[in-house]
């Protein structure tokens, strides 16, 4: 058995106001017996919700994720929300460099590498996310785009503990598509992530590390996946908005 506990989170996008946060919130603490026990459970509203989210999670196994952050910690920048300010309002982990970003609305590996440092220099865990496009790997370029995404992504930074640092692998043409990567198309890529983080920081500091899968994760498909020797955990999105569902990946994922 690894030494590494499994994380489930769920990536909530830009679902669920104040009203359904707080219901949904409810549900998976009502209904999920032993939550957080054999699993880490992380839940990752979008910003107008994360108070409301603080709020419901209290007492709870549940922690606070957002799903982005900007590197400077405060300042004239219209629009932004800092890591200072995540951290004031119960945020434990930000979710950074997400394909959606990078899709929509022009993340590079700089600006992540930015953004994963303002997080360690916060005391916020980073969930980095990395995938490769369709186009990518039936060009054979999946794992050149991964390690370059990896190497650029932690650029001049170190953790000190691998507890404070998470990783996910989440194929672009798995997100949101229904497709899933084969339980041995994730395992082969995630062992490859976590070999090149080894020969970045170590080879201690790589088998300590959560590296988690994302795309279209499901329960009925939870237990081949997480359970791969390098997957631990995942990263949901669309089964993350539905207290069954998710509480079903969670039971189906990491055996209870
Ligand atoms: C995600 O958004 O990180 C994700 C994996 O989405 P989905 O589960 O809906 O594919």
Redesign the pocket.
């Known amino acids: 058995m690894s030494e590494r506990k499994p994380i489930v989170a769920g990536?909530w996008?830009m679902h669920n106001n104040t009203i359904e946060t707080r219901t949904l919130i409810q549900q998976i603490i009502k209904n999920g017996k032993n939550l957080g026990q054999n699993c880490e459970v992380i839940i990752a509203p979008p910003f107008t919700s994360i108070a409301c989210a603080a709020k419901e999670v209290k007492d709870s196994a549940i922690q606070l994720g957002a799903q982005n952050l900007f590197w400077e910690d405060k300042g004239a920048f219209t629009g932004e929300i800092s890591g200072p300010m995540l951290k004031e309002i119960g945020c434990s982990h930000v979710i950074i460099g997400?394909s959606?970003r990078r899709q929509y609305f022009g993340e590079t590996d700089e600006t992540v590498n930015k953004r994963i440092g303002s997080a360690i220099r916060n005391g916020l865990i980073p969930i980095f996310?990395l995938g490769e496009t369709l186009a990518e790997r039936e060009t054979g370029q999946a794992f050149i785009v991964l390690k370059r995404q990896l190497v650029k992504g932690l650029e001049s930074l170190k953790v000190e503990n691998p507890v404070d640092f998470v990783m996910?692998y989440?194929p672009v043409w798995?997100?949101?598509?229904g497709k899933t990567a084969s339980p041995e198309q994730a395992q082969e890529v995630h062992a490859f992530v976590r070999g090149e983080l080894a020969l970045l920081w170590g080879d201690k500091f790589a088998a300590k590390t959560r590296i988690l899968y994302?795309?279209?994760?499901k329960a009925a498909n939870s237990k081949n996946l997480i359970g791969q020797p390098d997957i631990d955990g995942g990263?949901?999105?669309?089964?993350?908005l539905n207290a069954e569902d998710f509480l079903g990946i969670i039971e189906q994922g990491t055996g209870f």
């Open positions: 990536n996008k997400h959606e996310c996910a989440e798995a997100i949101g598509t994302g795309g279209s994760v990263l949901i999105g669309g089964a993350s």
